[in-house]
């Protein structure tokens, strides 16, 4: 956690320079004079190592601020989605199961379909998804504890959302609406 908090106060820093040698860049393209870098000395003198990485840094600050400036908010914005998530119960790892990880948005469509009890095949007709997959992934979302196996009669199981699912559900719908570019919806967003 210190680590993380010492990366921040880093890039917020960082952020912080890059745009004030942003604003010095920009006064410089419009006015042809810079309060930072317009001296006499440079022009005439070989640069030193110091002055190219100080001129790199100045004919990138906007690039760099901007970059810097994103990289903040997005570490902020994900610090506080991280903290409503273990809020609810949730671990990394269910984070990466249904948000990050190949196969996240199958996962999502068989939890949307699973409000009521339903078997394998129903799934895979309902979501257009080979049955193979649906084993797959309803075998993650059972031992990540999304699911519960509702009642079985001979090699008929039929899976149902359980508590934690429903919360699931909840948070990823919240998170859409937080960031609609960043999470496509599933084909059948509704059940029937």
């Known amino acids: 956690m210190r680590k993380l908090l010492a990366v921040a106060c880093v890039l917020l820093v960082f952020s912080c320079f890059e745009t004030v040698l942003a ?3 920009v006064s410089f393209l419009e006015t042809g004079s810079s309060p930072v870098h317009g001296s ?3 022009i005439q003198g070989q640069p030193t190592v110091i002055q190219n990485t100080f001129l ?3 004919r990138n600050s906007l690039s760099f601020s901007a970059t810097g400036w994103v990289i ?3 570490t902020f914005f994900r610090k506080g989605i991280s903290q ?3 809020r609810l119960g949730f ?3 269910v984070f990466q199961l249904m948000i990050n990880m190949r196969g996240a948005k199958s996962r999502l469509t068989l939890l949307n379909y699973l409000g009521e009890p339903r078997q394998r095949a129903e799934l895979s ?3 257009g998804l080979d049955w193979k997959e649906v084993d797959r992934e309803i075998d993650l979302l059972q031992r990540f504890g999304l699911i519960t196996l509702y009642v079985q009669s001979g090699s008929v199981k039929l899976y149902r959302l359980n508590e934690q699912g429903k919360l699931m559900l909840k948070l990823i719908t919240e998170l859409r609406e937080r960031l609609p570019s960043e999470f496509s919806k599933p084909e059948a967003s509704s059940p029937q």
């Open 40 to 42: 006499e000395e440079y």
């Open 125 to 127: 007709k309902l979501s």
């Open 72 to 74: 903040v908010g997005v």
């Open 84 to 86: 409503k998530w273990r």
């Open 23 to 25: 604003i010095d860049y």
């Open 56 to 58: 790199f840094f100045w």
């Open 91 to 93: 671990d990394k790892e």
